[in-house]
């Protein structure tokens, strides 16, 4: 270790350090931070701020926080002729459920939130939900669509989107209608990675009700390259290609099929599609590819908060430069869950354990009408404290922009089948 | 009646539906197989033929590799899309940038490594770790998670020889690697500063005793590995897509054909990627895709076990 | 070491007694987060330890320890589950079994390389693990296994105290007190020299692994009941592995309070971190920057900043008698 002429030692000064920053951080759990003073409801967001996940979870929390600003703009929620206004906290689950659970914990008993919204994966909303059953603290997940989560029948957990398994199926049976030539096999491509392949399985289980036969369904690894499979696929020749899987191999699903020339009738893949960023990594490659939406801007729905599907849309696209997808559109209908909650409960900030409990039960009586869609929870079944009411809608990507193209009633443009040639 | 044909070929085609083209079809589908299993090894090859370098040279495993197949593929999709130019123009720029960089680094890993500390060699490692971490928070922090693409005139453009397609960004990714290949082999083997760094990578107490100054030519030799990698990483943005989390698969890569083809052996390089390649698209083809990376993974395993300085023996 | 009189030794044993009593205590003096917390940083500062078992003492760098964590995490998920159904205690000696045999098999092969090459052997070994556990139906796949909730925050914190003070007592004797601990130090100071030394350095290493990998699986198994739920990335990931590595280094590398001091420090600053910066992924860029400064400024870690300025000699040089004082290449200073 260095020591110049004024005595001074490298080695004290980073030993002193050390003990300071020990003693500090020692003395962190004895510190008690100062509370806001005004009565607010709180609310904790966990979400995915980094990691695989960064993606959904910054769309996640940007629905959350859009409602919050539209009701705080108000003045708050409405509460007995009175309105509080909501605060919002954030934990991020490092896209890990066991770092989601700690989250959770943080909010609830340092931030002492009333409520959670839950996060962007399966796999943490899992996590979570103990947590909250242990503090009896509701939460309201506006993203997660695995079954698995509905499966565990969680008493203190609300799902606002269907999960995959009923709208992957039946994407596949409206794709098959609207096919002409009628479209008669099916090759499904599942990334092997959580939830990724839950909808490769929604695919896989709902080809049958579809009309059609699977000639391959294939597990890839996320970090493979996709060529091999590609080619097999090709080799089979199917006239649809169902993919299950985030952006990032949804776009080398893509890539693929142009560098081997080879252009399936259909291709149609779940989550992802509906992201701007899909669309702008791609270019006019992009086009033609099929997705699946339970909301899109151009949905006939709307409520008193934030007016019309088109206009929450607008208002988005305003604050973060894109459009938004269904996922940011169902964590801001989370908070028109939570905010009708609290109006039929009735009572005042600041909320007590019981009160929660109180709240939780409001919430599972949701039914209500919102620019997301009609929300109602089930109250028994495999999909437990899920809202299943909304209808899954078929989109394409036409010219760049998502297209409703089905059912019927909702598409406002026609399928596009079977795809043209590469350009 | 064409004769049935063996090995590989002859597993799992009762999909078909005609069978009377069966064996047509089955061959077609091996060759591609095999094309496609070639340029996935060429494709591998661009970002672990340099990354021997560092390891002959400096002593170092430098983790950092994925960050710098990573930085090229963003370089490429800024120019592509601040400057409206093909991705290609992005590869000599990415030489020169990252190879000022790697120049600036190189020394501090050189002292890390020759450090009179317990275990340097691990101090490296973290080190390299760290500046891995460091690159991969920096480029989510300011250039966010959005996944992007960098657009070449090659990409998804293919042509057709016989029953089979072949990618053209995957040629030229092929051709960069045999292309950098051989640069390094002639510049290694022709030039008085290769010799002085077969020299050095030999053994570099004698190699400094002759007059070559180890530390300089440590920087000198980071700096073009890291120039290579991120021209790679040009290349990679336009066959894949480049996104701060995807550079750990670079590493977990290049890491695996480095070992499996003798630590520090350029020539392995090449060799080990391409076998790679051919497994990979073989087990996925045949066997079934979500067996392809175990199977990589345990190859490598496997042949450590066996021969431990890779499948030619010229590790280090 | 066995120098040291015992009255020299007394301020640092009071030390250590006034810690284990408020560790023992923290249950009722804290928060359940702050348990949580502290639940956690135990976790690291036993599995810091367990990495230092083989990394520190036998100088083999071991980059897939995160399989042996994994290995005790899904023993216990299978085992409590269907069929078997058995009570969580029983399946931690299941695990602890099932690890040693993993790194009897591995170990004995894997031992014979040397430095990077074992490094990359056993992170191929861990990655095999991931995808095997991936593809197949019965360790649950991509999707993971769901442990029975037990959300009894007080059983886990001592569960893993006690899992802590086992896994340093254990080192504390085998490693620096005996004589297996000196065979263990003299084949990492120079490995030729301590075979001809007559010191059956294959099976001394392949103990050492085996010790190393059974007490991983032991915190593994605790934290698949804590958390309830494990996928493979979850636990064989090698971000565990990672972080292990960096807090012994910023620890220590070889010493036995190391793991601890970087185990608990490294996890507290990664929570803290992740408190105050938590909305931006800045606090990733801010982690691998202070494991640059910690390579570049504390190379021989915390602990190394409080160890004796003298001189301290290889086993073997103090074992041989006196050298001729050179110190040898890349000895400490």
């Known amino acids: 270790m260095s020591t110049n002429d004024k005595g001074f030692s490298r080695r004290k000064f980073l030993g002193g350090s050390a003990v300071a920053l020990t003693a500090g951080t020692l003395g962190m759990p004895f510190v008690r931070t100062a509370r806001a003073q005004a009565a607010t409801f709180k609310a904790g967001v966990i979400t995915s701020l980094s990691g695989d996940n960064i993606l959904g979870g910054n769309l996640t929390k940007r629905g959350y926080d859009l409602w919050a600003d539209a009701i705080n703009a108000k003045g708050g929620v409405e509460v007995g002729g009175d309105r509080f206004k909501v605060d919002m906290s954030y934990g991020d689950d490092q896209s890990n459920p066991a770092t989601g659970a700690d989250a959770a914990e943080r909010l609830i008993v340092q931030n002492e939130v009333d409520v959670l919204f839950g996060p962007y994966t399966s796999g943490s909303t899992i996590a979570v939900q103990p947590i909250c059953q242990k503090y009896q603290v509701p939460m309201i997940s506006g993203s997660a669509e695995s079954p698995n989560v509905w499966k565990a029948k969680p008493e203190f957990n609300f799902g606002i989107i269907p999960s995959v398994d009923t709208t992957s199926g039946m994407s596949l049976a409206v794709l098959a209608k609207l096919s002409n030539p009628a479209a008669k096999t099916i090759a499904v491509i599942g990334v092997n990675e959580p939830f990724s392949k839950e909808t490769g399985e929604g695919f896989r289980d709902g080809v049958k009700a579809a009309g059609l036969e699977m000639v391959a369904y294939e597990l890839v690894p996320p970090e493979g390259d996709l060529t091999p499979v590609i080619s097999k696929i090709a080799a089979l020749n199917p006239d649809v290609i169902a993919v299950g899987g985030h952006e990032e191999p949804l776009i080398n699903v893509v890539k693929t099929c142009k560098s081997l020339n080879y252009r399936p009738k259909a291709l149609i893949m779940h989550y992802g599609v509906t992201n701007p960023a899909f669309a702008q990594a791609l270019g006019a490659d992009a086009d033609g590819t099929t997705g699946v939406a339970v909301w899109l801007p151009t949905v006939p729905y709307k409520d008193d908060l934030f007016g019309t599907a088109k206009e929450f849309a607008e208002m988005a696209q305003k604050k973060s430069g894109q459009e938004p997808d269904y996922t940011e559109a169902g964590c801001a209908a989370s908070g028109l869950v939570l905010g009708d909650a609290l109006k039929r409960l009735g009572k005042k900030p600041a909320l007590k354990p019981e009160d929660r409990v109180a709240l939780k039960d409001a919430i599972a009586e949701t039914d209500i009408h919102t620019f997301y869609g009609p929300i109602k929870f089930e109250k028994e079944g495999p999909h437990y404290h899920d809202n299943t009411q909304p209808v899954p809608v078929l989109i394409q990507i036409q010219g760049g922009k998502t297209i409703a193209v089905g059912p019927k009633e909702a598409a406002a443009a026609p399928f596009i089948y079977p795809l043209p040639a590469w350009k | 009646m064409p004769s049935r044909p063996c090995g590989l070929a002859a597993v799992k085609i009762s999909a078909f539906p005609f069978s009377s083209r069966r064996t047509v079809a089955a061959l077609d589908l091996f060759l591609q197989t095999l094309l496609n299993g070639l340029l996935i090894g060429g494709v591998i090859a661009t970002f672990t033929i340099a990354f021997q370098l560092t390891f002959g040279v400096l002593h170092v495993i430098d983790f950092a590799v994925g960050g710098w197949v990573v930085l090229g593929g963003y370089l490429g999709y800024f120019m592509a899309a601040g400057l409206g130019v093909d991705g290609f123009l992005a590869i000599p720029v990415a030489f020169v940038l990252f190879g000022i960089l790697g120049y600036l680094i190189g020394p501090i890993l050189y002292n890390v490594r020759n450090s009179r500390t317990a275990r340097p060699e691990l101090m490296a490692l973290a080190l390299t770790f760290g500046l891995f971490t460091l690159l991969r928070g920096g480029m989510l922090t300011f250039w966010g998670f959005n996944t992007h693409s960098v657009p070449t005139a090659l990409s998804g453009e293919s042509f057709t020889v016989g029953p089979v397609t072949v990618p053209l960004i995957r040629v030229a990714a092929a051709v960069f690697a045999i292309a950098i290949a051989g640069g390094l082999f002639l510049f290694l083997y022709r030039t008085r500063y290769g010799l002085a760094i077969r020299a050095t990578a030999e053994n570099r107490h004698n190699a400094a005793l002759m007059g070559v100054n180890i530390r300089r030519l440590s920087a000198n030799v980071y700096g073009l590995y890291a120039g290579i990698t991120a021209m790679a990483g040009v290349l990679m943005g336009s066959i894949y897509s480049v996104n701060p989390e995807v550079g750990l698969r670079y590493t977990l890569f290049a890491f695996f054909v480095a070992v499996l083809a003798g630590l520090g052996s350029v020539g392995g390089a090449l060799v080990a990627a391409l076998m790679l390649g051919v497994i990979e698209a073989f087990v996925s083809t045949y066997v079934g895709s979500s067996y392809s990376l175990l199977a990589i993974f345990t190859t490598l395993f496997l042949v450590l076990l066996i021969s431990p300085k890779g499948i030619l023996r010229r590790g280090l | ?333």
């Open chain 3, 1 to 333: 070491m066995a120098e040291k009189s015992v009255k020299s030794r007394l301020p640092g044993l009071l030390l250590l007694a006034v810690i284990l009593v408020a560790l023992a205590l923290m249950p009722l003096a804290v928060n359940s987060y702050w348990l949580r917390i502290a639940t956690g940083a135990l976790m690291w500062a036993g599995l810091a330890c367990s990495w230092n078992i083989l990394g520190g003492y036998a100088g083999y760098i071991n980059f897939g320890h995160s399989a042996f964590f994994g290995l005790g995490a899904y023993a216990s998920a299978l085992l409590m589950g269907d069929p078997f159904g058995l009570p969580f205690l029983a399946t931690i000696p299941a695990g602890m079994l099932v690890t040693a045999l993993f790194a009897v098999i591995i170990g004995a092969p894997t031992l014979r390389l040397r430095g990077a090459y074992f490094a990359i052997a056993t992170w191929a070994f861990a990655e095999v693990l991931i995808q095997f556990a991936s593809v197949m139906d019965f360790t649950g796949g991509i999707g993971g296994i769901g442990l029975p909730p037990y959300l009894n925050e007080r059983f886990f914190y001592y569960a893993m105290f006690g899992a802590a003070i086992l896994t340093y007592l254990l080192t504390w004797a085998l490693f620096e007190h005996s004589r297996f601990g000196l065979k263990v130090k003299a084949l990492r100071d120079h490995e030729p020299a301590a075979e001809a030394m007559g010191i059956n350095t294959s099976l001394v290493k392949l103990q050492t692994f085996v010790i190393s990998a059974v007490t991983a699986s032991v915190f593994g198994a605790i934290f698949a009941y804590w958390v309830t739920f494990i996928n493979p990335k979850s636990v064989f990931g090698g971000d565990i592995t990672d972080q292990m590595v960096v807090m012994v280094l910023l620890g220590g590398l070889g010493s036995l309070w190391g793991p601890a001091i970087g185990g608990v420090a490294l996890f507290i600053v990664n929570r803290m971190v992740w408190m105050y910066w938590g909305d931006t992924a800045f606090y990733i860029a801010v982690l691998g920057a202070a494991i640059v400064l910690v390579v570049l400024f504390l190379p021989n870690g915390i602990a190394g900043l409080f160890a004796k300025r003298a001189k301290s000699a290889t086993v073997l040089e103090k074992a041989a008698g006196k050298l001729d004082g050179s110190g040898g290449e890349g000895g400490r200073p």
